[in-house]
């Protein structure tokens, strides 16, 4: 038992997809999860029941006792805009590498070339980055960005704003321009499920303002979004998060992520994490 | 420490970079366009990505993660994010000595003053993967020293033995010029059936 890992709300289904019962795994133990007249259920490896929430077109569960609710996301609700239930992509990192990676937009031009970033479009500007104590979570803001087709609805290259936020240790939802809504947001989110320190469950979510796009083209753009960072994610050297400054080297464009690094240690996360150097 | 083999100079050509590794450590081997060999530590100091995923340009090795170009000395020369920072000298990668000898690609860890080794003429056949340590195969023909290279009587062919892991090594066979490949080439094969004790 650690309570600054277990007291958390993860993420462990895409609700639609539960038809059968089945197993899976959450910080290394095992639990099984199905739905029983609409309702979704979660067990433990004893047999105990977990509690369960469902939101955001996910079965959340915590093997401890969540000090709070769920995060909420207010924007997600508002009329007109296409929830979008991604699927999942398992992959062989710390799922706190999964997050770090979600909040990075350096990588870009050369990771997801030609679609969310070009060279030579590369700079970084400085953007606003914050710890908000009051409700504890990692803020970015005025993040922006040239993107040459930055959503499926984009017709050509844009200088797209975006925010990040982390709400939870291994959650990250992010705010972007809306292309055929200026003055909107969309809504992209990275929900993580940690399998193992060193192995996680993707499940990204979106509501986005889109009449155009067809479901699984929506769903297509992001699955091949992903796929692009997960080639990196399975080869990053060490597979864990290193917590403590030193093993790797940030600048200004990684302010993002050395303020999660440090909400991380200051709140005691320390699972998927290296805590001294290897 | 020994010169030892991690590659073949067509496995690389110029402008090319590959994984290659001695025992535990990974190396990230690439050539520059006019065919300088380097071999370096697969990991950007950066965010940790491997080296070898990345990409030569010019004379230097750019990472695929966030493009961060390496010069030929290991020094970060440039943050595409930062276009207009001249990166502080301290971020470097570390670099191995490395050189090119009769097509095999060298690299010795803890640099050394050994002259790189003779080959007589012989050119490279193959690489092969064989499950058993170097010095299982070091031991299997006499030799004292697995890294260097193993002298064989059949076709006059040398090996050169790259250990990987506890249970394997990579094999660098070369021959005679005039050797019939396809016979230096089966023998090897042959060898490696009676080296991993299976019936060939
Ligand atoms: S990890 Fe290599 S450039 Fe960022
Ligand atoms: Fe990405």
Same mark, same amino acid.
């Given at each position: 038992?650690?309570?600054?890992?277990?007291?958390?709300?993860?993420?462990?289904?895409?609700?639609?997809?539960?038809?059968?019962?089945?197993?899976?795994?959450?910080?290394?133990?095992?639990?099984?999860?199905?739905? $029983?007249?609409?309702?979704?259920?979660?067990?433990?490896?004893?047999? %105990?029941?977990?509690?369960?929430?469902?939101?955001?077109?996910?079965?959340?569960?915590? #093997?401890?006792?969540?000090?709070?609710?769920? !995060?909420?996301?207010?924007?997600?609700?508002?009329?007109?805009?296409?929830?979008?239930?991604?699927?999942?992509?398992? &992959?062989?990192?710390?799922?706190?590498? %999964?997050?770090?990676?979600?909040?990075?937009?350096?990588?870009?031009?050369?990771?997801?070339?030609?679609?969310?970033?070009? $060279?030579?479009?590369?700079?970084?500007?400085?953007?606003?980055? =914050?710890?908000?104590?009051?409700?504890?979570?990692?803020?970015?803001?005025?993040? =922006?960005?040239?993107?040459?087709?930055?959503?499926?609805?984009?017709?050509?290259?844009?200088?797209?704003?975006?925010?990040?936020? &982390?709400?939870?240790?291994?959650?990250?939802?992010?705010?972007?321009?809306?292309?055929?809504?200026?003055?909107?947001?969309?809504?992209?989110?990275?929900?993580?499920?940690?399998?193992?320190?060193?192995?996680?469950?993707?499940?990204?979510?979106? %509501?986005?303002?889109?009449?155009?796009?067809?479901?699984?083209?929506?769903?297509?753009?992001?699955?091949?979004?992903?796929?692009?960072?997960?080639?990196?994610?399975?080869?990053?050297? #060490?597979?864990?998060?290193?917590?403590?400054?030193?093993?790797?080297?940030?600048?200004?464009?990684?302010?993002?992520?050395?303020?999660?690094?440090?909400?991380?240690? =200051?709140?005691?996360?320390?699972?998927?994490?290296?805590?001294?150097?290897? | 420490?020994?010169?030892?083999? +991690?590659?073949?100079?067509?496995?690389?050509?110029?402008?090319? +970079?590959?994984?290659?590794?001695?025992?535990?450590?990974?190396?990230?081997?690439?050539?520059?366009?006019?065919?300088?060999?380097? %071999?370096?530590?697969?990991?950007?100091?950066?965010?940790?990505?491997?080296?070898?995923?990345? !990409? &030569?340009?010019?004379?230097?090795?750019?990472?695929?993660?966030?493009?961060?170009?390496?010069?030929?000395?290991?020094?970060?020369?440039?943050? #595409?994010?930062?276009?207009?920072?001249?990166?502080?000298?301290?971020?470097?990668?570390?670099?191995?000595?490395?050189?090119?000898?009769?097509?095999?690609?060298?690299?010795?860890?803890?640099?050394?003053?050994?002259?790189?080794?003779?080959?007589?003429?012989?050119?490279?056949?193959?690489?092969?993967?064989?499950?058993?340590?170097?010095?299982?195969?070091?031991?299997?023909?006499?030799?004292?020293?697995?890294?260097?290279?193993?002298?064989?009587?059949?076709? $006059?062919?040398?090996?050169?033995?790259? #250990?990987?892991?506890?249970?394997?090594?990579?094999?660098?066979?070369?021959?005679?010029?005039?050797?019939?490949?396809?016979?230096?080439?089966?023998?090897?094969?042959?060898?490696?059936?009676?080296?991993?004790?299976?019936?060939?």
């Amino acid at each position: 038992m650690n309570a600054a890992i277990d007291n958390h709300w993860y993420p462990v289904a895409m609700i639609s997809g539960i038809d059968a019962p089945r197993e899976t795994l959450l910080l290394g133990k095992k639990i099984s999860l199905g739905r $029983e007249d609409g309702t979704c259920w979660v067990l433990d490896a004893s047999g %105990a029941e977990l509690p369960t929430v469902e939101r955001f077109g996910h079965l959340w569960t915590s #093997p401890g006792q969540p000090n709070r609710d769920l !995060f909420t996301i207010p924007e997600a609700d508002s009329p007109g805009r296409r929830l979008v239930d991604v699927g999942s992509v398992k &992959v062989k990192c710390s799922p706190l590498r %999964a997050v770090e990676n979600f909040l990075d937009i350096a990588h870009f031009p050369f990771v997801h070339t030609d679609i969310l970033g070009a $060279e030579p479009h590369t700079e970084v500007d400085r953007y606003d980055v =914050k710890i908000r104590e009051e409700v504890d979570e990692v803020w970015a803001t005025k993040v =922006k960005f040239y993107q040459p087709q930055a959503a499926k609805s984009a017709a050509g290259g844009i200088t797209t704003e975006y925010m990040y936020r &982390v709400p939870a240790p291994t959650c990250s939802v992010l705010y972007k321009t809306c292309p055929p809504r200026p003055g909107e947001w969309d809504v992209i989110t990275l929900f993580v499920q940690p399998l193992t320190e060193e192995w996680c469950e993707v499940w990204p979510w979106m %509501a986005l303002y889109d009449d155009e796009s067809t479901m699984s083209e929506m769903v297509s753009f992001q699955q091949l979004i992903f796929m692009q960072d997960r080639s990196i994610l399975e080869n990053q050297l #060490p597979r864990k998060l290193p917590l403590d400054p030193g093993m790797e080297v940030p600048t200004q464009a990684d302010m993002t992520s050395v303020a999660y690094r440090r909400w991380l240690k =200051k709140i005691g996360y320390t699972y998927g994490a290296q805590l001294v150097a290897a | 420490m020994d010169w030892v083999a +991690v590659g073949l100079k067509e496995d690389v050509p110029p402008g090319m +970079v590959i994984p290659s590794r001695i025992s535990d450590t990974e190396l990230a081997l690439w050539c520059t366009p006019s065919g300088r060999y380097h %071999a370096w530590s697969d990991r950007c100091p950066h965010r940790g990505m491997r080296l070898s995923h990345g !990409f &030569v340009r010019g004379d230097t090795l750019a990472c695929i993660y966030h493009g961060w170009q390496y010069n030929e000395a290991g020094s970060c020369e440039y943050i #595409p994010a930062h276009p207009k920072l001249t990166p502080p000298d301290t971020i470097c990668v570390p670099t191995y000595a490395c050189a090119e000898a009769g097509g095999v690609i060298w690299v010795s860890l803890a640099g050394t003053d050994m002259p790189l080794p003779v080959l007589g003429g012989r050119v490279p056949i193959r690489s092969l993967q064989i499950s058993l340590s170097a010095p299982d195969l070091a031991a299997h023909f006499g030799a004292h020293s697995f890294t260097t290279i193993a002298v064989v009587s059949d076709h $006059e062919a040398l090996l050169a033995v790259q #250990p990987c892991t506890d249970r394997t090594c990579m094999v660098h066979a070369l021959a005679a010029p005039d050797a019939d490949r396809k016979v230096v080439s089966r023998w090897l094969e042959d060898l490696r059936a009676t080296l991993e004790g299976v019936p060939s």
